[in-house]
């Protein structure tokens, strides 16, 4: 599976949209854009996942550029629930599957 | 939504005794189902797979004889850290998908334990 790159960490007042990106330059035809978060001493929690269409879903939206290279994970109105560490993983679909996670982007969210 | 639930929570063993951690999918049936710990400010280190009724396959690095993993039912996953040692010490999540292709990975709530 291809590899993802993310800032280590991020900050966003309440209330403003929330745009996390994710670098995944190497990703393959077949490959999903996967987004979860870990809030602390929790267990990471599935956010959303496109292929090359956006998505939109209760929790967030999931922007997917063109050539597939990158993505914005975008929180619309963030809350001080929303601080989490995001990690963002490409993965094929089909055929075995590892899911490593690399370390994420520390969001936190201010008042 | 599908559920992933992990037992217990928190544990704290004296060095030297096994503990046992249990991963239940709760509202699917998860042929496959992965072990991950983490230490503080870290991110999750993949341990094995857990594949129902077959040996578990282990990353570099893990001593299996140590983590014994057993899957023997679709919904029940168990990793026993056998002569725990103050080193062990860590946060275990479990994680499991449904057979669909594109079905995201479901987590527990993780166990964190303590050897003292």
């Known amino acids: 599976d291809a590899k993802t790159t993310q800032p280590p960490s991020m900050d966003c007042a309440e209330g403003r949209a929330a745009n996390l990106p994710c670098n995944h330059s190497t990703i393959s035809g077949n490959e999903y854009v996967y987004w979860y978060r870990q809030i602390h001493s929790q267990g990471p929690q599935y956010i959303i996942h496109g292929l090359k269409n956006n998505e939109t879903n209760e929790m967030a939206s999931l922007i997917i550029t063109e050539d597939r290279k990158s993505s914005t994970l975008i929180l619309p109105h963030a809350t001080l629930r929303d601080t989490a560490v995001y990690y963002c993983?490409?993965?094929?679909?089909?055929?075995?599957?590892?899911?490593?996670f690399g370390r994420g982007t520390s969001l936190i969210v201010h008042p | 939504g599908a559920v992933v639930s992990q037992h217990p929570s928190r544990v704290i063993c004296k060095s030297g005794t096994s503990v046992k951690i249990e991963c239940r999918s709760l509202d699917f049936q998860a042929t496959t189902m992965f072990w991950y710990r983490q230490f503080p400010k870290q991110s999750l280190m993949l341990m094995a797979t857990?594949?129902?009724?077959?040996?578990?396959?282990?990353e570099q690095g893990v001593e299996k004889d140590k983590f014994l993993i057993n899957h023997a039912s679709l919904t029940l996953s168990t990793l026993t850290v056998t002569s725990a040692h103050p080193e062990d010490s860590s946060f275990y999540i479990c994680?499991?998908?449904?057979?669909?292709?594109?079905?995201?990975?479901?987590f527990g709530n993780g166990t964190r334990l303590t050897v003292t």
């Open positions: 857990s594949n129902e009724g077959s040996k578990a396959t282990y």
């Open positions: 994680s499991a998908n449904k057979a669909q292709n594109n079905s995201p990975l479901h």
């Open positions: 993983i490409v993965r094929s679909i089909g055929g075995s599957y590892i899911p490593t």
